[in-house]
């Protein structure tokens, strides 16, 4: 397969080289709160030093690290596949909750609830061996455009995220992603965009089936749900796929928090940090999304001193497309 | 947890160093065949170069990187397990599958099929924290001795498949377990063993659970089975934890048979080995044991061209604690 995914490398090799780490953040504590903690357990003789190998840091994406409006951009993909598939199916047009997608009537979506979703994400996620999904997914992501920053998904993106990320890196950090998103859909492009190999991609997953068809190995998805990794399934992926635990997490919801529980509370040097969605301006502002609400987060964030970042305030450049001020 | 798990570092490290790469394996077919993937895969220029990030390579444990006689070392771990339990359950001298067990009737016990499997792992390996259950496996690989060698289980390794790990780590491979062992049982001790970290091990699980307990963040290993990681579920396993096919895999039955042609089966260059148990006087001679047999992925190794490892011929050396001839 050929890749054309978004030119964003460059961003990423940016900060290791730079004097000062993390140019997109602001002065302040925010930003002094993640130096802190990387000097801490980084630094021989520090007290708070941590071996290389349990230098594990976990990120949620959606609202992590990419944005997630005006709808999860897994969602934005579930309904571009729904209306290409449609001209092979004329009786969605009277069934739903195919019916309201293709008229793009949210609300009637929203009505199925959870069972309209799976119904969605099975159709358009299944059915079909783990290479051809791969190459839909890139298909779409070298074509699909952000409808307001009219962008490919794969640059909106935050800057200073992957400049933690690259940060955390050069001081012998792995970085995992630890999403609710499909596995199969993310680990398509995370490589090339956030520097994470698909091995330290952790998301949510459907069944697969391995046969051997005319002497040609396949895997088939298929229309089974086999893991959710959100709220109180995220430390349980941690545990599965990692199975040691992180010293650092982030997150932006109330989802991430069993996450943020498991890697920030416990002995030694930990670290928490959520992302709060504040600038309207130049990304979006909300306390609630349709992928859940921040007010249990933030309230425990205040409780155990997790760092919590002011998305207007902290940040001096929101995507790499935009220039550094 | 302070770790006194066995001195195979050493054996580990002797290799790479070398001048001549896998010194435990004789002069012959078998030897150059490994050699030869690796050159070519990793030399500038040779038309069958793979890029870094694509040199994936996985290993089954059983009976592949240890031995698994006179019964599978995880077994025996159960066998001890629930013989230490025992003196809190005075019911089971009357309770199938627990008294064959404790008897050592293992006739009676085999008698009982899978069903009587899943009861033992469950009563041994659930029902406590993760944390807790590794305690209990380190203190048991710390104390139990193989009965026929009288060393820690972690010394009944097999000193050339050490080498060949540390080889293809030498050339730039990331080395993988996919074993159908239990994953928490494994971790405990490969990294230090194996050299392979805990994110490195793909194994079979039970369900865990995420809970608060007084503030502080627990999983608990229930007694539920969550995935099985053998036969087709071997490319299962590694789809869902790598996401990345294999360009090497590793085995030594007809479990491991999926796994081979997942891996060994495709574009470019590939690398299938199976280890075949044919010294009967430095390890043991079988074509079929409790963990399964080899009929079929020998026949397929013949037609495919994959490397079959005659024991008795092709190593000079089998365990890490015999001298080197």
Redo the contacts between chains.
Sequence with gaps: MTTAISPTTLALEESPQDQTPLPSWNEGATKQSILNFVRGVTTPGDARLVKP?ER?AVFDNDGTLWSEQPMAFQFAFGVDRLKAMAPQHPEWKDQQPYAAVLQGDMKTFAAGGMRAIIELVMTTHAGMT?DEFSSIVHDWLTSARHPRFDRPYTEVIFQPMLEVLAYLRANGF?T?IVSGGG??FM?VWM?KVYGI?????VGS?IV?????VA???V?TRLPKV?FIDDH?????GI??????RPIAAFGNSDGDL?ML??AA??PGSRFGLLVHHTDSVREYAYERSSLGSLDKALTEAEARGWTVVDMKQDWNRIYPFEGSK
Aim: aromatic letters at 8%.
């Design positions: 190998e594990i783990t792995k995992f596995v199969e680990r490589e190999p698909p091995e330290q991609v997953s697969t089936k391995f046969e051997m002497g040609v190995p895997l086999d109180e399934g995220k430390p349980v545990d599965m796929h990692i199975g040691r069993p529980q498991w509370i416990g």
